[in-house]
């Protein structure tokens, strides 16, 4: 396996103070997310038990955790089993909700999949620990699509919630619920926005979620990117690692409880200089401009990055990899690993 | 049957003109809302459909329907149909989405009829019209308790929303969820958050929902009703008639189409003041202070009444009823009636 070098873990120490011995169970653990969270708390001595429902185009994919398959407890079943959840959460310290449909596209066509797994499946959780175990902590990895179109730059926590998707409200509906579990029911929460997040272990069998991961795909597969529009639009992309960090350090912080937190990078980059960065890092691939198409257009929100300041201030986290590092070590991971994520024969 | 004097509905002729031979589907349609409103628009000569699951404990009563039940057709399912909804919305002109858990208090001990009825509900909805009649239009009816304890008064459509139950954000989300229908799907909604509304035809078996018909019944069974705290807690209420005129005014006003808008009253009053008017009007019953129990307390929002600026402004629309008028109404209509909403031997 690629292993993530020691000196950028500067975290570590404090970080296994807080977790060894301590049980720990990720929804969604075989997915992008869940697997390195897994990966990362394995090491510092925690117990750790993955939930994933396999669900297919998905994230969850067995060889994410395969450093540490014989040290995990994997239970395959979906997040909105009542009976099951009620009987996995008992002892738990630290639930990590990483389950759940991810996909903006999908969620229009049909927002079923959202409704029950991002809204239901929260529910069904948070029920869980309030019946069985009142003590634990949840942290959940919400989207920073739940703020829509952005009103004004950077964006920050207090910002009006908009969401042009149905996957989006979801996230959005699942927030407001563990926020009631916390105050009504004194189930303690931490609730996450994410930026795009990009990295090893994200599923790069196609399109539609994952941007980053996908234009490092095409780069590495000698492919044309297409760059939309101008290519000017900005965003924020955070390295896994990062993303990771800021997951077991808010998890951690008592002041984070109840709190609604963004997790981004602290600079803004436009689709070109990424995809540029990508071919560069990668040494293959090429790219050209290409219209928006009308879907495309109506639903892309225009410019987003995130206003760090409050995790920053009151947790302490901020992003340690810059873009150029983390792109790199994505295409290393990949060019090593492709084969568990991608027939190199398909289109996708 | 009561007949509200014709003389208190001068929006009548403009109503006629815009639905005389439409067809309506009103979700919910056995309920208080609901039947309130089939029976504004029967004898406007639009065609109705009633949807209405009479799921025990929720609104609907066949009682409230008796003087047109000759003139509508009744659909006895549930929203979440989705085969029987793909049916029930060809040809619509205009749904009335009332259907739905309305229980604040139920949805903190349960929360998913909630997510099943007032979200999944919402989507199953959508996607009928979306599939099957997208020039449908679609009014909601949300709820004031969308926007949780207010940050300043009164409150218009632009404050934060932090509802403090699975309720109030099964609600929210549905109107996020109907926003973007009518924004990337292009089926029209008119998004409504309404006060409380108080008035003949809503339940009055149990006191988990309707605060002011609940005080009714006390007075009426000449009981003590309880005012907790100080009773000096603000809030608007608003009665049934001017409700309906939104619901029909806004289904007919094109700039209201995929607004957000606060249907409420533009005068606030006390608990206090509320229950020593409608002792007086009922001429029975009698009031007492009471502490908040701690669980009350630690869930009350807090003063609340609807800044109506948008909705006079866009569509016209303004309460005419005083909140004595309405109150007479009620305790006059519940007088006549009483047997067909509570056993007068019980106590809820």
């Known amino acids: 396996m690629v292993a993530t070098p020691k000196k950028d873990r500067p975290r570590d120490s404090v970080f296994e103070a807080g977790f060894r011995g301590?049980?720990?169970?990720?929804?969604?653990g075989l997915g992008f997310i869940g697997s390195s969270l897994a990966l990362r708390l394995v090491p510092m001595g925690a117990k750790v038990a993955l939930l994933d429902a396999m669900i297919p185009d998905y994230g969850g994919n067995l060889f994410n955790i395969e450093p540490i398959k014989d040290d995990v407890t994997i239970n395959f079943s979906n997040i909105t089993d009542a009976t099951s959840m009620n009987y996995l959460v008992r002892d738990m310290d630290y639930i990590f909700h990483c389950a759940g449909q991810v996909c903006h596209i999908m969620s229009?066509?049909?927002?079923?999949?959202?409704?029950?797994?991002?809204?239901?499946?929260?529910?069904?959780?948070?029920?869980?620990c309030k019946n069985f175990n009142p003590s634990a902590k949840v942290i959940k990895t919400g989207t920073r699509g739940q703020y829509g179109p952005s009103v004004k730059?950077?964006?920050?926590?207090?910002?009006?919630?908009?969401p042009r998707g149905i996957y989006e409200v979801s996230n959005l509906a699942a927030e407001k619920i563990m926020k009631i579990y916390n105050d009504v029911h004194g189930v303690r929460t931490v609730l996450l926005r994410l930026t795009n997040i990009y990295g090893?272990?994200?599923?790069?069998?196609?399109?539609?979620?994952g941007v980053v991961n996908w234009f490092i795909r095409q780069a590495l597969d000698n492919e044309t990117i297409k760059v939309f529009g101008d290519g000017q639009i900005l965003r924020d992309f955070l390295y896994i690692d990062d993303c990771v960090d800021a997951l077991l350090e808010t998890a951690l912080c008592e002041k984070a409880e109840g709190e609604?937190?963004?997790?981004?990078?602290?600079?803004?980059?436009?689709?070109?200089?990424?995809v540029k960065n990508i071919i560069e890092v990668t040494g293959s691939g090429r790219w050209e401009f290409s219209e928006f198409t009308p879907e495309r257009k109506a639903q892309e929100p225009g410019d987003f990055y995130s206003d760090i300041t409050k995790i920053k201030n009151l947790v302490g986290w901020e992003p340690r990899v810059t873009l150029r590092e983390g792109l790199a070590r994505t295409a290393e991971y990949y060019r090593q690993y492709r084969q568990w994520y991608w027939d190199p024969s398909s289109n996708g």
């Open 22 to 28: 301590k049980n720990v169970l990720i929804t969604g």
């Open 108 to 128: 229009l066509s049909n927002p079923f999949p959202d409704i029950e797994y991002n809204i239901k499946g929260v529910a069904v959780l948070m029920q869980a």
């Open 153 to 162: 730059l950077p964006v920050n926590e207090e910002a009006p919630t908009n």
């Open 200 to 209: 090893p272990r994200s599923q790069m069998k196609h399109s539609r979620f």
């Open 260 to 274: 609604i937190l963004n997790v981004g990078m602290d600079k803004a980059v436009c689709f070109l200089d990424l």
